[in-house]
């Protein structure tokens, strides 16, 4: 079946611009994760959403970004006034509560020049 | 705070042979361990978990993991290295507090190298 989908796949802007990210996840899995993998590093949780609960920002790293996700479906991370430091692959992954288990997106390399 | 280490950076070995990639982790009460992988140009896979019962974890591809709670390690290992399991490896730990079941913590990934 479809999986997780992730546009656009490579984002390349230049420093100050606002970007969006999208995230499709796959139907039913109501819990959807942004995480962001910088180079080196290992994953590094942003946000979390579930159902229609208020969705757990904790890992947002400034108030430059933020995340939404209409109807329970699609997700959008939006990164406003880029840094450079702002250059990861950014990831989406559903989790699939009746095994615990997350299906990640491929990612979207974010570059900002 | 919770935590997770992955204390290699890279892993070589040649094909044929074990493996063993480490994980250590740091949690308040009984943890959810996970390995995942990340071939190249592609997303993490999911390979296995421990939750409860058996220390040992048989998961996708001839990999398991055994879940050691005294030494807080959960070690990922295959008998017998593919060139195919060439790919980067993390690991993952569900923080068990009710507050903050829905995070995750990942290790910083191991590049596992295996030469024909």
């Known amino acids: 079946g479809a999986g997780v989908s992730q546009s656009p796949s490579n984002k390349v802007t230049e420093k100050g611009k606002d970007v969006e990210l999208r995230c499709d996840p796959i139907s039913g899995h109501t819990a959807l994760y942004w995480y962001r993998q910088s180079l080196g590093q290992g994953l590094e949780f942003l946000i979390y959403f579930q159902g229609n609960s208020a969705p757990d920002k904790s890992g947002l790293p400034s108030d430059r970004f933020s995340a939404e996700r209409t109807g329970g479906s699609v997700s959008t991370l939006t990164i406003q006034r880029t840094q450079q430091e702002d250059s990861a692959v950014y990831l989406c992954?559903?989790?699939?509560?009746?095994?615990?288990?997350?299906?990640f997106g491929p990612g979207t390399r974010l570059t900002v020049l | 705070a919770q935590s997770v280490a992955q204390p290699e950076d890279q892993v070589n070995v040649a094909e044929g042979n074990p493996l063993t990639v480490k994980c250590t982790y740091s949690v308040s009460g009984n943890p959810y361990l996970f390995w995942y992988v990340q071939y190249p140009n592609r997303g993490l896979q999911f390979l296995l978990k421990?939750?409860?019962?058996?220390?040992l974890v048989k998961g996708s591809y001839g990999f398991e993991a055994e879940f050691n709670k005294s030494q807080t390690s959960f070690h990922l290992k295959k008998p017998s290295a593919l060139v195919s399991d060439s790919a980067l490896y993390f690991c993952?730990?569900?923080?068990?507090?009710?507050?903050?079941?829905?995070?995750?913590?990942f290790g910083s990934g191991t590049k596992l190298n295996v030469k024909p």
């Open positions: 993952a730990v569900r923080d068990p507090a009710l507050y903050n079941f829905n995070k995750f913590y």
């Open positions: 992954a559903n989790r699939d509560a009746l095994t615990d288990t997350q299906y």
């Open positions: 421990y939750i409860t019962g058996d220390n």
